[in-house]
C-alpha cells in the first residue's frame, strides 16, 4: 500500500484533500449541531428538575395556543398538563430523563385518560422513548413528543419571541 501511494502522487494527494475535506465536514456538522441545541435552550431542560420541566412545558405550549393547567405535585392520576382548546382537551404526561422513556409514561398517560376524560394524551420529553413505549403507543392513540420534537417547539417559540 506504501509503494503504491508513494509511487503515484496524484493517488496520494487526492486521498489527503478527500479525508482532510471529510474530517472538516464532519467538524463543521457537530457545530451547527450544538450550536441548534444551545439556541433550542435543550441543554438547560436537561438540567431542569421534573416540576420546572413540566412548568417550562406549561409556557411552550401556552405560546402553541393552548390553554395549559399544571396537575399537582402528586396525586396526578398520571397526567402533569391539562390542555385545552375550543375543540378538544389533552391531557400531557411529562419526562425529563437522561434515559429512553418506557412504557410506563405510556401506560400512567392511557390510564388517565378517562379520569380526565380528555380526548386525546401526550407522553413529552427531552429524551427518547424506546421501541416497546413506541409500540405500546400506538396501539393506544397516545402521541408521543419526543426530544427531537420538542427542540423543534422550542425553537418556534424562540423565533416568535
Not at 500500500?1 to 502522487?9: D, F, K, S, Y
Not at 486521498?15 to 444551545?38: P, S, Y
Not at 380526548?119 to 400506538?138: G, H, I, P, R
Request: net charge positive; with cysteine.
Amino acid at each position: 500500500m506504501w509503494a503504491m501511494l508513494t509511487a503515484e502522487p496524484l493517488l496520494s494527494i487526492g486521498l489527503a484533500v478527500l479525508f482532510g475535506g471529510l474530517f472538516i465536514f464532519a467538524l463543521i456538522v457537530n457545530f451547527l449541531r450544538e450550536q441548534k441545541l444551545r439556541k433550542s435552550g435543550i441543554l438547560d431542560v436537561d438540567t431542569m428538575s421534573g416540576r420546572m420541566f413540566e412548568e417550562y412545558l406549561q409556557t411552550l405550549l401556552r405560546t402553541k395556543g393552548y390553554q395549559v393547567q399544571l396537575t399537582p405535585a402528586t396525586g396526578d392520576y398520571g397526567a402533569d398538563l391539562v390542555l385545552t382548546t375550543k375543540e378538544k382537551r389533552i391531557i400531557v404526561q411529562a419526562k425529563r430523563y437522561k434515559k429512553n422513556v418506557g412504557v410506563k409514561a405510556v401506560q400512567e398517560i392511557a390510564s388517565a385518560k378517562s379520569h380526565y376524560r380528555a380526548d386525546e394524551c401526550w407522553v413529552m420529553t427531552n429524551s427518547f422513548f424506546t421501541e416497546q413505549a413506541k409500540k405500546l403507543a400506538n396501539s393506544n392513540q397516545v402521541k408521543l413528543i419526543d426530544r427531537k420534537e420538542l427542540m423543534g417547539w422550542m425553537l418556534e417559540m424562540k423565533k416568535g419571541a
